[in-house]
C-alpha cells in the first residue's frame, strides 16, 4: 500500500543547541493577550475568556527565510509574540500541571492581512482570510526548558528598520501561558507538536517590502525577518 500522492512534508522547527527539530502539529493563536493592545484594537481588555483561532503549520516561516508580502492586502501587520511548543498534551489539563506539557519556548509573528480580518470581523465571517495564509507565521528557533526555563517575565519587543514599535513585558499577558494551556484544553486535545502563540503587546503596525523586523523576547533571543 502506497500513498496517491506524495505526503506533504512534516513542518519542523529547529532547537536550539542540537541538530534535531520539533514537528509541529498544530498552531492555536490567543487573540487580545495583553490589555494595551486590546485597547488599540478597539476593546474592553478586562479578563474575559480567552479566544483562540489557528494558523496551518506549513503557514509557518523558519528564521532565515524572507517573508513575501502576500497577495490580496494593502494592509499586513506585524505582531510579535512569545511562542510555547507543547511536547505533550490532553484534554482538561488543570493549571498547576500545564507547565509539565510545555518542551520549549520560541519568538514568534502573527503576521495579519488586517483589512482582509476586519472585514472578516465585520461580517462575523472566521479570520483564516486574514491570519492562516502562506508564510504568515514566521518562527524562530526553539529553546528548550531545559535551557530557559519558562519565561514568566520579561521584555517583549518589535523593531522595524531600527525604531522600537512593539514594546511589552510578557508579565503583561492576561492569560498566562498555564491558564491558556488548561483552557484550550477543555477544548481541544492538546498533543505533542502544537504550537500556541500567546498574543501580542501594544504597537501593532503595517509592514511594506524592505522592511527589517527584529523581534526579542528576553531570555528566547531575537528573531530577525525581512520583507520582501
Ligand atoms: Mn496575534
Same mark, same amino acid.
Given at each position: 500500500?502506497?500513498? @496517491?500522492?506524495?505526503?506533504?512534508?512534516?513542518?519542523?522547527?529547529? @532547537?536550539?543547541?542540537?541538530?534535531?527539530?520539533?514537528?509541529?502539529?498544530?498552531?492555536?493563536?490567543?487573540?487580545?493577550?495583553?490589555?494595551?493592545?486590546?485597547?488599540?484594537?478597539?476593546?474592553?481588555?478586562?479578563?474575559?475568556?480567552?479566544?483562540?483561532?489557528?494558523?496551518?503549520?506549513?503557514?509557518?516561516?523558519?528564521?532565515?527565510?524572507?517573508?513575501?508580502?502576500?497577495?490580496?492586502?494593502?494592509?499586513?501587520?506585524?505582531?510579535?509574540?512569545?511562542?510555547?511548543?507543547?511536547?505533550?498534551?490532553?484534554?482538561?489539563?488543570?493549571?498547576?500541571?500545564?507547565?509539565?506539557?510545555?518542551?520549549?519556548?520560541?519568538?514568534?509573528?502573527?503576521?495579519?492581512?488586517?483589512?482582509?480580518?476586519?472585514?472578516?470581523?465585520?461580517?462575523?465571517?472566521?479570520?483564516?482570510?486574514?491570519?492562516?495564509?502562506?508564510?504568515?507565521?514566521?518562527?524562530?528557533?526553539?529553546?528548550? @526548558?531545559?535551557?530557559?526555563?519558562?519565561?514568566?517575565?520579561?521584555?517583549?519587543?518589535?523593531?522595524?528598520?531600527?525604531?522600537?514599535?512593539?514594546?511589552?513585558?510578557?508579565?503583561?499577558?492576561?492569560?498566562?501561558?498555564?491558564?491558556?494551556?488548561?483552557?484550550?484544553?477543555?477544548?481541544?486535545?492538546?498533543?505533542?507538536?502544537?504550537?500556541?502563540?500567546?498574543?501580542?503587546?501594544?504597537?501593532?503596525?503595517?509592514?511594506?517590502?524592505?522592511?527589517?523586523?527584529?523581534?526579542?523576547?528576553?531570555?528566547?533571543?531575537?528573531?530577525?525577518?525581512?520583507?520582501?
Amino acid at each position: 500500500m502506497g500513498y @496517491v500522492i506524495s505526503p506533504p512534508p512534516v513542518v519542523t522547527l529547529p @532547537v536550539l543547541g542540537t541538530d534535531d527539530t520539533f514537528p509541529v502539529r498544530r498552531i492555536y493563536c490567543i487573540g487580545r493577550n495583553y490589555a494595551e493592545h486590546a485597547i488599540e484594537m478597539g476593546h474592553d481588555p478586562s479578563k474575559e475568556p480567552p479566544f483562540f483561532f489557528q494558523k496551518n503549520p506549513d503557514n509557518l516561516l523558519v528564521e532565515g527565510q524572507d517573508f513575501p508580502f502576500p497577495p490580496k492586502s494593502k494592509d499586513v501587520h506585524f505582531e510579535i509574540e512569545l511562542v510555547v511548543a507543547l511536547k505533550s498534551g490532553g484534554a482538561n489539563i488543570p493549571v498547576d500541571r500545564a507547565l509539565d506539557h510545555v518542551f520549549g519556548y520560541a519568538i514568534g509573528l502573527d503576521m495579519t492581512r488586517r483589512d482582509l480580518q476586519g472585514e472578516a470581523k465585520k461580517l462575523g465571517r472566521p479570520w483564516e482570510i486574514g491570519k492562516a495564509f502562506e508564510h504568515s507565521a514566521p518562527c524562530g528557533p526553539i529553546h528548550p @526548558v531545559s535551557k530557559v526555563g519558562h519565561p514568566a517575565s520579561g521584555a517583549i519587543w518589535l523593531e522595524v528598520n531600527g525604531e522600537m514599535r512593539q514594546k511589552g513585558d510578557v508579565n503583561q499577558m492576561i492569560w498566562k501561558v498555564p491558564e491558556m494551556i488548561s483552557y484550550l484544553s477543555e477544548y481541544f486535545v492538546l498533543a505533542p507538536g502544537d504550537l500556541i502563540m500567546s498574543g501580542t503587546p501594544a504597537g501593532v503596525g503595517a509592514v511594506k517590502a524592505g522592511d527589517r523586523l527584529r523581534g526579542h523576547v528576553d531570555g528566547v533571543g531575537d528573531l530577525n525577518v525581512s520583507v520582501v
